[in-house]
């Protein structure tokens, strides 16, 4: 099968599904991922652009990525993005990919990015019910991102609860790990999440 994940910054594919997109590729699975940002303007300790683009792209090779998808929309600036441009990128790696189940953000998290892209694959996965010559999705799944899908502050979605779950095994844990090692200044000290 054709697994897309969708998500909103390089990082956040690692953090909410880097495990279970290594066991997975291991499978025989194909995995692809469309990164609707992929700059990083508003982190803390920022790496410059060509530092992301090596991080980033080490971290799919480790996990095994088919494929990926790199938007240009702001970091952290969705909000001010007309909801149909999201939608139609997402719809393009949706047909290109072929994917069969697509993998986003919980809509109830946090970072306001996160939120626009849920809200935009919402609507992207509708496209085979649009278009006749498009592969029709068989799954949709959430994922979550540690230290913004645990918060639930916005009252109006129910607090991240799962119903899927993939055993990955220390394996899957020790690549999930290495992979995001691949990324800059994304870790934090206990007692924070990541």
Request: hydrophobic share 35%; with cysteine.
């Amino acid at each position: 099968m054709n697994y897309l994940i969708v998500v909103a910054h390089p990082d956040d594919e690692v953090l909410g599904a880097g495990a279970t997109m290594y066991k997975l590729n291991k499978s025989g699975h194909s995995i692809f991922v469309c990164i609707l940002s992929g700059m990083a303007e508003a982190r803390t300790f920022r790496p410059d652009d060509n530092e992301l683009q090596k991080d980033m792209y080490a971290s799919m090779k480790m996990l095994g990525v088919k494929n990926t998808y790199i938007g240009n929309f702001p970091n952290i600036k969705f909000n001010t993005i007309p909801h149909l441009e999201l939608v139609q990128f997402i719809e393009q790696a949706i047909k290109d990919s072929q994917a069969d189940i697509v993998i986003t953000h919980y809509p109830g998290d946090t970072n306001n990015d996160h939120m626009h892209t849920s809200l935009a694959c919402q609507a992207a996965i509708r496209l085979f019910q649009r278009q006749q010559d498009i592969h029709p999705l068989k799954e949709f799944w959430y994922m979550e991102v540690p230290s913004s899908s645990e918060w639930c502050v916005n009252t109006s979605f129910n607090k991240f609860h799962p119903n899927t779950y993939i055993e990955v095994g220390i394996d899957g844990i020790e690549k999930k790990i290495q992979a995001l090692s691949n990324y800059r200044n994304v870790m934090r000290n206990y007692p924070h999440p990541r």
